[in-house]
C-alpha cells in the first residue's frame, strides 16, 4: 500500500509564493484601465458600424448573399477582435 502514489495528495508547497503576488497592488494600474461598460459599450458600437457598413453596401450594390454574409460576419469579428486588442 505504501508503493502506490496517491493521486489525491496536491503539494501546496509553492502556494504561498503564488499567492504572495496577488497581494501587490502595483501590478495593474486602475487609472489607465478601461472599465469593463465602456469596453462592452465600444465594442457593441463598432461591431454596430461594421455590419452597418456591410449592410449598406449590400443594398447600394447588387453582391451576392454568400459573398455579403461572409463579408458581414467577417467585418464583425474584425470589429471585435480590434476592439478586444486596442484595450486589453
Do not use: C, Q
Request: hydrophobic content about 50%; aromatic content about 14%; glycine content about 6%.
Amino acid at each position: 500500500m505504501n508503493d502506490e502514489k496517491n493521486i489525491d495528495k496536491v503539494n501546496y508547497y509553492y502556494m504561498p509564493r503564488v499567492l504572495f503576488l496577488f497581494l501587490r497592488f502595483d501590478m495593474v494600474v486602475s487609472s489607465i484601465m478601461l472599465s469593463a461598460g465602456k469596453k462592452i459599450i465600444s465594442l457593441i458600437f463598432w461591431m454596430g458600424l461594421a455590419a452597418g457598413t456591410v449592410i449598406i453596401l449590400d443594398s447600394i450594390f447588387t453582391i451576392p448573399d454568400e459573398i455579403s454574409g461572409i463579408l458581414y460576419f467577417l467585418s464583425i469579428g474584425i470589429a471585435a477582435s480590434s476592439v478586444l486588442n486596442h484595450y486589453r
